[in-house]
């Protein structure tokens, strides 16, 4: 990635703190995979940052690479097969990556914690949730078992799971899936982090229950003043939270922007490919006119062991013209606090 | 849309309860999960009927029954005016050949192990006299050609497509014998986004070139709007309203599905922050102790005593029985009113957003 200018935040929020350095910074980021197939370049030059406070939103679809980055910050990447050849993830200025296991491993739920998508898979079936959310305590601050249950139940309480007195005993199984996501967000606020990773959290959730989840986390999120980074493949839930998104494509943040402005005017052709491919809720805009035809993306997303050449999104793209095949598009500054890695962006404003 | 139709698919009373059972030996019978419980509804030629609801309320139950995957415990499905709940051996098998499903998982739906041919032309085995054999080749490649694959895959394993073509696959499986009905169980769900509105648009050419009529239960409000021309919203085994797309989304009478759509997370953040949002309290109750009356009545903000102990019916409110406006719909509420708030806007917000 040739872009020097870093993005910086957009939204007016507190994005650095007193010393000018963001709460995390994400730059060049570079992973790949070696499978049988090739090596998989899953993440080129991933460039972000995060404030305290600040909800940055990172949005893709599978394979887009929003995940692997965000294992990679988390240092829970599987090496081997991936491996990091190039980047640096600043955590209040330190470069994470250089920094040695135990140093790392104190960062990890202390300072940024994750919650992962699926809450059943990640809590484990043979220990009371009590004793999984007491580990956090007793890893990291040495305290007793009992104390750790103690502080397991406000954890309980905090994230407004009904009777957590009576609960504390209970296995994962017992919970139903709204009620074991809050125990993931307990367990990521344990240790009130500075930094919550978030990876498609209410994905696996009904929307009833997925509002609830939101809900919960948005207002959590604003009484510790953390920064959150919201992974996720849906555009609605993105909508209603974030201050800031970064639109992913085949490892490549291809817009941001702050999130009133990517819905009015996206900046690049894949946003708005995939803000048109959506079903809308409200009434037909043009009622009587019998059912519209979605408006598609055409084509598949890239196999990534064979990225296309020049501007990944070309083969797809309804603008792409000779020089999208030949020279990849940097990061283009567009008014308005945003960037587009399109080289017609300003086509693509215009619509 | 539906006047003067003839229904070709009529569900009355329709009953599911799987038993829970105690011993290991000598089972006794200590309950059931009452999975589906008294539903009906009915499906015209060439519309799509949208099942919309969350998880565990029943809708993929429904889908097995009207596919006679599943033995219903009570009530009727009407195929063109004969009941199929009652059908068995070759009778059943000729029924089948004219309601065909598409599955959730493109991934877990495809034998792994069998070439693109043979799952598709798998069909014409079962039901030879659609394809003879010699010609069955040809067939396959017309079909894979319909849903928009190249013919020429067709000794490819599932493996080497992508989520939408293996979905495309599953869906030429569905059309190999001309059925006149398709029940898709969340079709779209396991996709992405940029692919999802590729297999909804197939879908809907399909439907107008072998005019076929749809089940789409899904529980995606958004995708469900889009395709349909009725939707039924069900909650605990129960349908609890059903109307036109409009009647249902514009003017939903029901508390449950005002508190669904409002739920919906819309991809607009300026829409979103003029609406009001319900946000319901709690989780949906098990299916196999399910409340009293009214089943919706413990995440309620209107409950009232009588939904305790009167079970509302699904049918048009009496106060809107005159009225020709779209409020007048089915909806199995004792206190269905247009909007959520109109009626104790104070109370309704207090208690609703609890969260």
């Known amino acids: 990635m040739t872009t020097t200018e870093r993005t910086a935040g957009a939204t007016g929020r507190r994005v650095e703190d007193g010393s000018g350095v963001p709460l995390l910074e994400v730059r060049d980021l570079h992973v790949e995979f070696r499978t049988r197939e090739g090596v998989a370049r899953a993440v080129n030059g991933v460039n972000y940052s995060v404030g305290a406070g600040e909800t940055l939103a990172v949005l893709g679809e599978s394979g887009s690479g929003k995940s692997v980055t965000a294992q990679a910050i988390m240092g829970i990447l599987d090496t081997p097969p991936g491996r990091i050849p190039k980047g640096e993830i600043l955590f209040r200025g330190r470069d994470l990556l250089k920094a040695s296991p135990e140093e790392r491993r104190k960062v990890r739920g202390r300072k940024i914690a994750m919650i992962f998508q699926d809450a059943l898979s990640s809590l484990n079936p043979v220990l009371s949730v009590g004793y999984q959310l007491g580990e956090m305590f007793r890893v990291h601050q040495g305290l007793s078992r009992k104390d750790a249950r103690a502080r397991a139940i406000e954890l309980m309480d905090r994230v407004r799971i009904p009777a957590a007195k009576e609960r504390v005993g209970d296995y994962p199984h017992q919970f139903s899936g709204g009620m074991r996501q809050r125990i993931m967000i307990a367990m990521a606020l344990a240790l009130e982090p500075d930094l919550i990773i978030a990876d498609e959290p209410t994905t696996a959730l009904d929307v009833t229950v997925q509002a609830q989840v939101m809900d919960l986390l948005a207002e959590l999120q604003r009484e510790y003043d953390m920064g959150l980074i919201l992974i996720t493949h849906d555009l609605g839930v993105v909508a209603g939270v974030a201050d800031r998104i970064a639109v992913m494509y085949a490892g490549r943040i291809v817009e941001t922007a702050p999130v009133h402005e990517l819905y009015k005017r996206p900046a690049h052709p894949y946003t708005q490919g995939l803000l048109d491919s959506v079903p809308r809720l409200g009434p037909a805009p043009h009622p009587g006119s019998g059912r519209r035809e979605l408006r598609v993306i055409k084509g598949l997303p890239p196999d990534l062991t064979r990225i296309p050449s020049g501007c990944a999104f070309h083969p797809r793209c309804p603008r792409a013209r000779e020089m999208c095949r030949v020279g990849e598009p940097l990061l283009y500054r567009v008014p308005g606090e945003r960037r587009s890695a399109c080289y017609f962006w300003k086509e693509v404003v215009g619509d | ?355």
């Open chain 2, 1 to 355: 849309m539906t006047d003067g139709r003839e229904p070709v698919l009529q569900v009355r009373n329709l009953v599911k309860h799987f038993p829970l059972t105690q011993g290991i030996l000598f089972k006794r019978q200590v309950g059931a999960v009452r999975a589906v419980d008294g539903i009906s509804f009915d499906l015209y030629q060439g519309e799509t009927l949208g099942i919309v609801g969350e998880s565990g309320c029943g809708k993929s139950t429904v889908a097995k029954l009207l596919m006679m995957l599943e033995r219903a415990t009570a009530g009727e499905v009407f195929y063109k005016g004969q009941d199929i709940t009652k059908l068995s051996g070759r009778a059943l098998k000729a029924v089948r050949r004219n309601i065909q499903m598409v599955f959730q998982d493109p991934y877990t739906s495809l034998n792994p192990r069998m070439t693109v041919g043979d799952i598709i032309g798998e069909t014409f085995e079962i039901h030879p006299e659609v394809a003879p054999k010699g010609d069955r080749r040809r067939k396959v490649q017309e079909l894979l050609d319909v849903v928009g694959l190249n013919p020429e895959y067709i000794n490819r394993y599932p493996h080497q497509f992508s989520g939408g073509q293996r979905q495309r696959i599953g869906i030429a499986r569905g059309l190999a014998l001309n059925p006149e009905i398709i029940i898709c169980d969340e079709p779209v769900s396991a996709l992405d986004v940029s692919v999802q509105a590729q297999v909804i648009n197939l879908m809907e050419k399909l439907q107008d070139e072998f005019d076929l009529s749809y089940v789409f239960i899904a529980h995606d409000l958004s995708i469900v709007r889009h395709i349909s021309d009725r939707v039924g919203v069900m909650y605990l085994g129960k349908m609890v309203e059903i109307g036109s797309d409009e009647e249902i989304y514009d003017h939903p009478t029901h508390p449950y599905t005002q508190a669904l759509l409002s739920a919906v997370p819309v991809p607009d953040p300026e829409a979103r922050e003029g609406r009001e949002r319900i946000i319901l309290s709690g989780d949906v109750p098990s299916p196999a102790n399910p409340p009293s009356g009214c089943r919706f009545r413990t995440r309620c903000w209107k409950a009232q005593d009588k939904c305790a102990t009167e079970v509302p019916l699904l049918a048009v409110p009496e106060r809107f029985k005159d009225t020709d406006s779209p409020v007048a719909h089915e909806s199995a509420c004792h206190f269905a009113e247009e909007s959520a708030t109109t009626a104790r806007p104070g109370a309704a917000r207090a208690s609703a957003t609890r969260g």
